[in-house]
């Protein structure tokens, strides 16, 4: 399936960047990380895949945190066109979670924002959140 994906979270001055990216990592280890930094200044961290073995590692983090019907529900809600956006917290990101947050407000240091581009976004979020066949 056609699909391209981009993760980032910013680059607080007051985070350790090392921890910004295992954050990262922790939801898309495939990913090649990347700094960043705006023209305003602003640091920022990202991951970019194209594949949904990319997504692998996110699927299998909804499942073990047993919010597969939630996450159906948030995903399927964020589907504007062939685009999914979506804000995952960066504190449970670190700690090998997948915890779903505001863009703005809900988490302390900013969200990991997650953009999902594809011509049938239905079946990543079906891919995502399917309960057989694991």
Known sequence: MNVRITAEANLNPTEDEAKVRRALLNIFPEGKVQKITKPDGVELIRINGSSMIFLGEFRR??????????????????????????????????????????????????????????????????????????
């Open 61 to 134: 983090l909804l499942k073990q945190d047993k919010i597969r019907d939630t996450a159906r529900k948030v995903l399927l809600a964020r589907i504007e066109g062939e685009r999914i956006t979506l804000c995952l917290n960066k504190q449970a990101a670190f700690a090998g979670h997948a915890s779903f947050c505001a863009p703005v407000g809900e988490s302390p240091q900013g969200p990991i924002t997650i953009l999902i581009e594809t011509p049938k976004p239905e079946e990543v979020v079906d891919y995502l959140t399917a309960r057989h066949g694991q």
